[in-house]
């Protein structure tokens, strides 16, 4: 029988983080990372109030989900592309290829897939995978002197209709 606590089951060290337009076959490492892979569950909630007590009776919860967010250290266009959601469109300019930014519309809203592989202590991988994203939070790109330049964001998860769930995670069950 396995034994509860397993130090080979803890998840040690950085994350690789993989992109892709939702729909896409193909994932991209989007490369370093710095200060982790953040996973947070919410859950949101009303509580149900009566007239006949001053406290909350019950709660009732009105929707669960995920977010997602990290930093990635390498400044390329493509990474802009994928991760603050920018258009993908380049332009010569005093004969330069250079990368547009630009504003998107919510109906332009372009879905994400994201992958998060760790490696835990007993050498097996560990895979979050999630089907349904899309950027709801950029952090501060600041090029400063004695820091690094990265790219944030927060990629909220929806609802996967056509999988029926917002993700998977790997291993599914211990052997």
């Known amino acids: ?5 397993d130090a080979g089951k803890i998840i040690s060290g950085g994350a690789t983080v993989f992109i892709k337009d939702k ?3 193909v994932y991209t490492n989007v490369g370093f990372t710095r200060d982790g892979v953040t996973i947070r569950k919410s859950r949101d909630s009303r509580d149900l109030l009566a007239d006949q007590s001053f406290y909350p009776i019950d709660v009732s919860i009105t929707s669960e989900g ?3 967010a990290f930093k990635v250290y390498q400044s390329t266009y493509a990474n802009f592309k ?3 959601g920018e258009p993908g469109r380049t ?3 005093d004969g330069k290829v250079k990368g547009v930014f630009g504003i998107s519309s919510a109906s332009e809203v372009k879905y994400k ?6 490696l ?3 050498g097996k991988a560990v895979e979050y995978e999630f089907l349904k994203c899309v950027q709801v939070s950029f952090g501060e790109h600041t090029l400063v002197r004695d820091g690094d330049a990265m790219i944030e964001a927060t990629f909220r998860v929806i609802w996967d209709t056509d999988a029926e769930a917002m993700g998977y995670f790997t291993p599914g069950v211990e052997t």
Do not use: A, H, T
């Open 1 to 5: 029988m396995p034994s509860e606590f």
């Open 82 to 84: 994928s991760i603050w």
């Open 113 to 118: 897939s994201l992958k998060i592989c760790g």
């Open 120 to 122: 835990r202590k007993d």
């Open 91 to 93: 332009k010569v300019v």
């Open 23 to 25: 729909g896409d076959s």
């Open 66 to 68: 995920f977010e997602v």
